[in-house]
């Protein structure tokens, strides 16, 4: 694998892969010793254009891990705020001698521009382009449901018929759409419910169905419902439904949590508003996995850097 850049990319032979690596890794974490050598003497750049504390955080530690150098960029702070240019940005880094380059960029198709442009001869990684896709996020979601459901026997396994209900912001959602693909590639049967201001023009191409009524989308009850942040920084006043309004129609309140059975899985990529997508007790609960999705992404993002740059990388 030359590049990470979309989950619409990936076979699922290759998904499932990844997702196997991830399971080596996880096993590393649980040692004392958690470090590999595998990638000593490469130097990976996080290249990071708008905020983030859970994907920098976990790609820092998951190179690190690894025994690569790591160089943390952002572009507060950085010559970007003087105006300069990606191209130039990224040449900078080039010359800095960076093996690998994972980069979040407010811009949809920022990270397919770098791996295609000849400006840097790095792998790229995929942290999350403007609405587009957040591949790894949606690894380490996989890769959560697929431990929580089939523990130890995890291995080889996909997610043929296992039920989920994404919830809320898709229209801005990177997240959203890396999962709708991955999850259809994996098996897995999806159903986006939101506002209809909040749902992209034109979904009808996904592999998903589409509902407004979360309540019938809940009964009966899925095995996993993702709910998704309410993206303000994003929004106009238009698509937005009052705090209130929002919170009691399309979040997961104390009243629909305690309707869901036990077995349901509920998720959120973080970070959250809490009381307004999601109520502090389903967050909260044996039930939630947000810790656990945090702590899968270092061994996703060590699988990621791992079979990006380990060897010889290939064309694919
Ligand atoms: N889930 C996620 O991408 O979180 P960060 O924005 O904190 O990286």
Same mark, same amino acid.
């Given at each position: 694998?030359?590049?990470?850049?979309?989950?619409?990319?990936?076979?699922? &032979?290759?998904?499932?892969?990844?997702?196997?690596?991830?399971? &080596?890794?996880?096993?590393?974490?649980?040692?004392?010793?958690?470090?590999?050598?595998?990638?000593?003497?490469?130097?990976?750049?996080?290249?990071?254009?708008?905020?983030?504390?859970?994907?920098?955080?976990?790609?820092?530690? %998951?190179?690190?891990?690894?025994?690569?150098?790591?160089?943390?960029?952002?572009?507060?702070?950085?010559?970007?705020?003087?105006?300069?240019?990606?191209?130039?940005?990224?040449?900078?880094?080039?010359?800095?001698?960076?093996?690998?380059?994972?980069?979040?960029?407010?811009?949809?198709?920022?990270?397919?521009?770098?791996?295609?442009?000849?400006?840097?001869?790095?792998?790229?990684?995929?942290?999350?382009?403007?609405?587009?896709?957040?591949?790894?996020?949606?690894?380490?979601?996989?890769?959560?449901?697929?431990?929580?459901?089939?523990?130890?026997?995890?291995?080889?396994?996909?997610?043929?018929?296992?039920?989920?209900?994404?919830?809320?912001?898709?229209?801005?959602?990177?997240?959203?759409?890396?999962?709708?693909?991955?999850?259809?590639?994996?098996?897995?049967?999806?159903?986006?419910?939101?506002?209809?201001?909040?749902?992209?023009?034109?979904?009808?191409?996904?592999?998903?169905?589409?509902?407004?009524?979360?309540?019938?989308?809940?009964?009966?009850?899925?095995?996993?419902?993702?709910?998704?942040?309410?993206?303000?920084?994003?929004?106009?006043?238009?698509?937005?439904?009052?705090?209130?309004?929002?919170?009691?129609?399309?979040?997961?309140?104390?009243?629909?949590?305690?309707?869901?059975?036990?077995?349901?899985?509920?998720?959120?990529?973080?970070?959250?508003?809490?009381?307004?997508?999601?109520?502090?007790?389903?967050?909260?609960?044996?039930?939630?996995?947000?810790?656990?999705?945090?702590?899968?992404?270092?061994?996703?993002?060590?699988?990621?850097?791992?079979?990006?740059?380990?060897?010889?990388?290939?064309? %694919?």
């Amino acid at each position: 694998m030359r590049h990470l850049l979309a989950t619409r990319d990936l076979s699922r &032979d290759e998904a499932i892969e990844l997702l196997d690596i991830a399971e &080596d890794m996880a096993a590393v974490q649980e040692r004392e010793v958690k470090k590999l050598p595998t990638l000593r003497g490469k130097t990976v750049v996080n290249l990071f254009f708008e905020d983030s504390t859970r994907t920098r955080i976990s790609f820092e530690a %998951a190179a690190k891990r690894l025994s690569a150098d790591v160089i943390n960029f952002s572009a507060k702070g950085s010559s970007v705020s003087k105006g300069e240019s990606l191209k130039d940005t990224a040449q900078t880094l080039q010359a800095m001698g960076a093996d690998g380059v994972v980069v979040r960029h407010p811009s949809s198709g920022a990270p397919l521009v770098l791996a295609t442009s000849g400006w840097i001869d790095a792998g790229v990684v995929n942290a999350g382009d403007g609405t587009h896709e957040h591949p790894t996020q949606a690894l380490l979601d996989a890769f959560t449901m697929r431990r929580r459901l089939h523990g130890a026997a995890s291995r080889g396994r996909d997610l043929d018929g296992v039920r989920i209900v994404i919830v809320g912001d898709i229209l801005h959602s990177r997240v959203a759409r890396s999962n709708v693909w991955l999850l259809d590639t994996l098996g897995a049967d999806v159903t986006l419910v939101a506002p209809p201001t909040l749902l992209p023009v034109d979904p009808s191409g996904w592999p998903a169905r589409i509902g407004y009524d979360l309540d019938a989308a809940l009964a009966p009850a899925p095995d996993v419902v993702m709910m998704l942040r309410v993206q303000a920084e994003r929004m106009h006043a238009a698509f937005f439904p009052n705090s209130r309004e929002y919170s009691r129609t399309w979040g997961l309140d104390d009243a629909r949590f305690d309707r869901l059975p036990p077995t349901t899985m509920v998720m959120h990529p973080g970070p959250m508003n809490r009381g307004l997508e999601i109520a502090a007790r389903a967050a909260d609960s044996p039930q939630s996995t947000v810790r656990e999705q945090v702590a899968n992404g270092v061994s996703v993002r060590m699988a990621a850097l791992y079979l990006l740059l380990s060897g010889e990388r290939g064309d %694919a």
